[in-house]
């Protein structure tokens, strides 16, 4: 089964397995020392189950769409250690319909509840906000910084991006500027990240980065250091 066709069904399969208020020990067999739980409530009602890190007075924040498959538990010690390292201010949203997030995965909603999370952040005081997507998370991020024209956003970040998801998540065909992006992926995926960096509008230019390597998403970043620095000065522009 080609690798997207996968992506696409673990999307699908990963279901909401606790409620969205609920400790993060219950949901995570692992939670990094400091990280909260936060309850978001996206526009349509939905409830939607997330996790903070880093420090409450950072002025910059960051939201991050994970990707098919994954949780928030997959991606907390990574963002916590990134959010210690850089001194960032990290939200981690379940995507509805997965892990502790109530809905049933509707595509169309997807970029406003990563907008709810960069709102959140917003509103607890950054003064700076970032969007990390990675794999089907990547064009919801995307989406999500062309969209968000009344916050402070300074980068988009994609890491083994989709270009888009059928149903409402379509960055290419939104013909809205994000104000930088960066983009990195391995070779796999490379098409798609270029594609994106190519072709959505930007207020300054960002960067690209194809790893020749076979490694995706989450673990592209765990197992290169070099991507975990790429997404690392990215947040630095901000």
């Given at each position: 089964?080609?690798?997207?066709?996968?992506?696409?069904?673990?999307?699908?399969?990963?279901?909401?397995?606790?409620?969205?208020?609920?400790?993060?020990?219950?949901?995570?067999?692992?939670?990094?020392?400091?990280?909260?739980?936060?309850?978001?409530?996206?526009?349509?009602?939905?409830?939607?189950?997330?996790?903070?890190?880093?420090?409450?007075?950072?002025?910059?924040?960051?939201?991050?769409?994970?990707?098919?498959?994954?949780?928030l538990c997959d991606w907390l010690p990574a963002m916590s250690a990134l959010a210690e390292r850089l001194r960032v201010r990290v939200i981690v949203p379940d995507r509805r319909g997965t892990g502790s997030s109530e809905g049933d995965g509707e595509v169309g909603e997807l970029a406003a509840d990563l907008q709810t999370a960069l709102t959140w952040l917003h509103d607890q005081g950054a003064t700076r906000l970032a969007a990390l997507g990675s794999s089907y998370?990547?064009?919801?991020?995307?989406?999500?910084?062309?969209?968000?024209?009344?916050?402070?956003?300074?980068?988009?970040?994609?890491?083994?991006?989709?270009?888009?998801?059928?149903?409402?998540?379509?960055?290419?065909?939104?013909?809205?500027?994000?104000?930088?992006?960066?983009?990195?992926?391995?070779?796999?995926?490379?098409?798609?990240?270029?594609?994106?960096?190519?072709?959505?509008?930007?207020?300054?230019?960002?960067?690209?980065?194809?790893?020749?390597?076979?490694?995706?998403?989450?673990?592209?970043?765990?197992?290169?250091?070099?991507?975990?620095?790429?997404?690392?000065?990215?947040?630095?522009?901000?």
């Open positions: 089964m080609p690798r997207l066709a996968v992506l696409i069904v673990l999307a699908l399969l990963t279901g909401c397995g606790v409620a969205p208020d609920s400790p993060l020990a219950d949901q995570c067999d692992t939670v990094p020392p400091g990280a909260e739980r936060v309850v978001l409530r996206a526009a349509s009602g939905v409830r939607l189950g997330a996790a903070v890190v880093g420090p409450p007075d950072a002025p910059v924040g960051m939201a991050v769409a994970h990707g098919a498959g994954h949780t998370g990547g064009p919801i991020a995307v989406l999500a910084a062309q969209r968000a024209t009344s916050l402070p956003m300074c980068v988009a970040i994609a890491v083994s991006p989709l270009t888009g998801i059928e149903g409402g998540v379509a960055p290419l065909a939104e013909d809205k500027p994000v104000p930088s992006l960066w983009t990195v992926a391995e070779t796999a995926f490379g098409p798609n990240a270029t594609a994106l960096f190519e072709k959505i509008p930007q207020a300054t230019k960002g960067r690209l980065k194809i790893l020749p390597v076979d490694d995706h998403s989450l673990g592209l970043l765990r197992g290169h250091p070099e991507a975990m620095t790429f997404v690392e000065d990215a947040l630095r522009t901000c």
